[in-house]
């Protein structure tokens, strides 16, 4: 399995950018299927994005769709998601995921593993 370590999160400013990084290590990145999902004080954990081993299939939750863009590159073991156009409603923590079946999913079950998380703050 991947060990997970999510960077990038931080406090901004609504209409800011941020990018989040994941960087994998003890695994084939390179066959995973890769996640991120955020939870918000209170809230259940929420699919943000998803990404095929290959980088062909991606899907968006509609909350993030053309503001947020996930990417990866498989020869530095590393996703990303770039956010822009921050509002205050995406405050989260947010999870980076590994699911090694290799195609994209929505759903936080079927990832095997899972980074720390990482803080994303935006203020109003």
């Known amino acids: 399995q991947v060990q997970l370590v999510e960077s990038g999160g931080g406090l901004v400013q609504a209409g800011d950018s941020l990018r989040l990084s994941c960087a994998a290590s003890?695994?084939?990145?390179?066959?995973?299927?890769m996640g991120w999902f955020r939870q918000a004080p209170g809230k259940e954990r929420e699919f943000v994005a998803a990404?095929?081993?290959?980088?062909?299939?991606?899907y968006y939750a509609d909350s993030v769709k053309g503001r947020f863009t996930i990417s990866r590159d498989n020869v530095k073991n590393t996703a990303y998601l770039q956010m822009n156009s921050l509002k205050p409603e995406d405050t989260a923590v947010y999870y980076c995921?590994?699911?090694?079946?290799?195609?994209?999913?929505?759903?936080?079950?079927?990832?095997?593993?899972w980074g720390q998380g990482t803080q994303v703050t935006i203020s109003s």
């Open positions: 995921a590994a699911d090694r079946r290799g195609w994209a999913t929505i759903n936080w079950i079927d990832y095997d593993c």
């Open positions: 003890g695994g084939t990145f390179s066959t995973y299927a």
């Open positions: 990404i095929s081993w290959s980088g062909r299939n991606i």
